[in-house]
């Protein structure tokens, strides 16, 4: 799968962010990363999706990059696009009955049905015609329809309502047979669901 061998990561003053950081991301697993802000958690994900490379250290990949993972970013940004195309963008073939269901798991499925166009609404990044919860449910929508064997969501819970993110969190449970790496400060919950492997990022450039 993904193995982490010795990871030193350096900001661009090349100060350590992090260091010797050995992690074996291993088949159909759930791990939730955790840590302060700036202690490195989104610039470990950008390492591993080869975003980011001040680093030492090795990454071992059962496969290439793109067909392994789908990475779910932490910043809210969509495409002035539709709805619709925000949902399956990128993705070479998506099954429109999965994607209506997870409409209904995300709690978005209501919503959509009351827009006069429906999925086919245009997404307006400047006036902000979606909320910021809604965004998210957007982008999480599009990594779990990617089917790519490694899921990679930094953040993208946040903004969830609780209703919103059990449901959620009871649909990765029961239903999602993926690897999941998951960023989030929202602890106890996805403990709690997820029961996952905790990677504690400790923050040495800030202690
Ligand atoms: N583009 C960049 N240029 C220079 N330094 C950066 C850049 N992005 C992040 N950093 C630095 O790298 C460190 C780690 O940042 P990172 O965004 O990975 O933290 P994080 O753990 O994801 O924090 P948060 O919980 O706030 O999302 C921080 O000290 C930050 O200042
Ligand atoms: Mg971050």
């Known amino acids: ?30 791990y939730l990363i955790i840590g302060d802000n700036g202690c490195g958690k989104t610039t470990l994900l950008n ?16 496969d290439s990059i793109t067909k392994l993972v789908a990475y779910v970013p932490q910043c809210n940004y969509l495409f002035n696009e539709t709805i619709k195309n925000n949902l399956i963008k990128s993705l070479d073939y998506y099954d429109s009955d999965y994607l ?3 409409l209904k798991i995300m709690k978005l499925y209501h919503y959509m049905k009351k827009l006069p166009d429906g999925l086919n609404t245009k997404v307006n990044n400047s006036t902000k015609s979606l909320s910021s919860g809604q965004i998210q449910k957007i982008k999480l929508i599009r990594g779990f329809l990617s089917n790519k064997r490694i899921l990679m969501i930094d953040e993208a819970l946040s903004n969830l309502n609780n209703d ?16 999941l790496i998951i960023v989030s400060h929202q602890t106890n919950l996805i403990i709690n669901h997820l029961d996952p492997e905790i990677i504690d990022i400790k923050d040495i450039a800030n202690s």
């Open 164 to 179: 919103s993110l059990i449901s959620i969190l009871n649909f990765l449970r029961d239903n999602y047979d993926k690897t």
């Open 100 to 102: 209506h269901e997870l």
């Open 1 to 30: 799968m993904i193995k982490l061998n010795n990871i030193t990561c350096l900001n661009s003053y090349n100060h350590v962010i992090f260091k010797n950081l050995n992690i074996n991301f291993r088949l159909g697993k759930k």
């Open 47 to 62: 390492i591993i999706y080869g975003l980011y490379r001040n680093y030492k250290g090795n990454i071992l990949y059962s």
